[in-house]
């Protein structure tokens, strides 16, 4: 099987098994799994700072020799000594990144459309485009590792009890709609660009990462305004009664 057609297999499994796992503990106790999820989230976190280390050296060195333009249209990336394990080291990892769904299921939280829907559309987008290695893989991927870097050092410390200042915890936030936004960027200079002969993504490839970020952007707003400014008008406003 391609590496295209097990992302498919797999996110539908994903969807099966979340589901029924949220039947299955419908009328149970729900799980602690502290320190598993400590261990789980300090093992991606190690991962992705490490390889934010990684790409965003070869970024930085990318901008600063050749230039913005060089940067976004750079396939090099897939195939230099470095980075091209750490391209396809990302690749894999939206794998066993899934794993965050089950502890949401075992410790019957709140599971959120965001949260799935994103998983499975990384999943299928990264397995997808991997082997046509188009142009911005450089860019998303260095996104995705400094962002999922600050994101599971957070589940570490909150999975570990420590008391995480929720401005932290909406930092995060920001950062992944700033990441949306450099993600629409980019992909804007990739259909400005496409017809360069060192520039090579198809029109296929921009329209689906376009409508994913533009979705992701809106859905995270949306998150932000409902976790951070709705709710903090309304304990405002208790506060006051």
């Known amino acids: 099987m391609s590496l295209r057609g097990a992302a498919f297999v797999?996110?539908?499994?994903?969807?099966?098994?979340?589901?029924?796992?949220?039947?299955?503990?419908?009328?149970?106790?729900?799980?602690?799994?502290?320190?598993?999820?400590?261990?789980?989230?300090?093992?991606?976190?190690?991962?992705?700072i490490t390889g934010a280390m990684r790409t965003g050296w070869y970024m930085f060195n990318m901008v600063r020799s050749r230039g913005l333009q060089e940067s976004v249209c750079d396939t090099e990336f897939f195939g230099a000594p470095v980075s091209k394990f750490w391209a396809f080291a990302f690749t894999l990892s939206k794998a066993p990144e899934l794993g965050d769904t089950v502890f949401i299921v075992l410790r019957k939280q709140r599971l959120i459309f965001l949260h799935w829907y994103h998983h499975i559309t990384v999943l299928l987008y990264s397995w997808y485009t991997y082997k046509d290695r188009v142009a911005g893989g450089g860019w998303f991927m260095t996104m995705n590792y400094t962002v999922h870097a600050f994101m599971y050092s957070y589940y570490t410390a909150k999975a570990a009890g420590a008391c995480v200042p929720r401005p932290f915890a909406m930092l995060i936030t920001l950062m992944q709609i700033t990441q949306m936004l450099m993600g629409l960027s980019v992909l804007g200079l990739l259909y400005l660009w496409k017809h360069d002969i060192h520039c090579f993504s198809t029109m296929h490839n921009i329209i689906y990462a376009s409508v994913m970020y533009l979705s992701y952007l809106l859905l995270f707003l949306v998150f932000f305004y409902q976790s951070y400014l709705k709710r903090s008008g309304d304990e405002k406003r208790e506060k006051r009664e």
């Open 10 to 48: 797999l996110s539908g499994v994903y969807v099966v098994v979340i589901f029924l796992g949220r039947v299955f503990m419908k009328d149970r106790q729900k799980l602690e799994l502290r320190k598993p999820l400590m261990l789980w989230s300090l093992s991606l976190a190690i991962f992705s």
